[in-house]
């Protein structure tokens, strides 16, 4: 059972355009998100969160949004750079349950010169 | 945040034999989390190693396969017992530094079990 989804394996976009990666997630007793980025050969790298009680958070380039009642949120890049070709990773977090993440199955992101 | 090193960093061993993984970490911390990655699939939390007790194992996880230890709050290994090719993988650790439900990954170490 795959409680949070990443339906895109693979994104392309040109440099200097917007991002956009999503993920779905199925239990409702998530309240915290969190988005990972992974280069190969190294361990993900994190990027950005968001609560709950928040419908938005932006950090720079990045910014995530959540819509709790569609269970969705998404990674926006704006904009995007070559260096930001990565395989991304959006978690779920259940407050109260010691950390554990639940992570999705990622989505290959490359931007094109 | 946290620096996170892990020992080896990939290691190709023979079906019925034992790996152990290293993870150390620069600071002090209480959490600790051992992860799979199987090829082409997410990262699935293998256990919480928490110093001083007995690891939690997720289902479908069982200590004799995978025996953690937890000797202080900067160290931990993940042992892979008995090996098949399934356990292929990238192994992972990771840490909570008690900053927030950041958790901080180590660089992995790439399991091939011919």
């Known amino acids: 059972d795959q409680q949070v989804k990443q339906n895109s394996p693979s994104l392309s976009v040109q440099e200097g355009r917007i991002s956009i990666l999503n993920c779905d997630y199925t239990n409702s007793m998530f309240d915290y998100f969190l988005w990972y980025k992974k280069y190969p050969a190294e361990g993900p790298t994190f990027l950005i969160s968001?609560?709950?009680?928040?419908d938005k958070n932006e950090d720079g380039r990045f910014t995530v949004f959540l819509n709790k009642s569609a269970k969705h949120l998404s990674l926006h890049i704006v904009p995007s750079q070559p260096g930001d070709s990565a395989v991304y990773f959006c978690a779920a977090s259940v407050t109260g349950t010691a950390s554990k993440l639940t992570f999705g199955t990622g989505t290959r992101l490359q931007v094109t010169l | 945040s946290a620096v996170i090193s892990q020992k080896p960093s990939r290691d190709i061993c023979q079906r019925g034999t034992s790996l152990t993984i290293q993870c150390q970490v620069d600071?002090?911390?209480?959490?600790m989390f051992w992860y799979r990655q199987q090829p082409g699939q997410s990262l699935t939390l293998i256990a919480t190693a928490n110093q001083g007790s007995e690891a939690t194992y997720e289902s479908g996880f069982v200590i004799d396969k995978f025996p953690i230890s937890r000797p202080n709050l900067t160290f931990s290994t993940l042992t892979v017992s008995n090996m098949s090719p399934e356990d292929s993988s990238i192994y992972l650790c990771?840490?909570?530094?008690?900053?927030?439900?950041?958790?901080?990954f180590g660089p992995g170490t790439r399991l091939t079990v011919t």
């Open positions: 968001i609560s709950s009680i928040k």
């Open positions: 990771s840490v909570d530094p008690g900053q927030g439900y950041e958790q901080y």
């Open positions: 600071s002090q911390v209480t959490m």
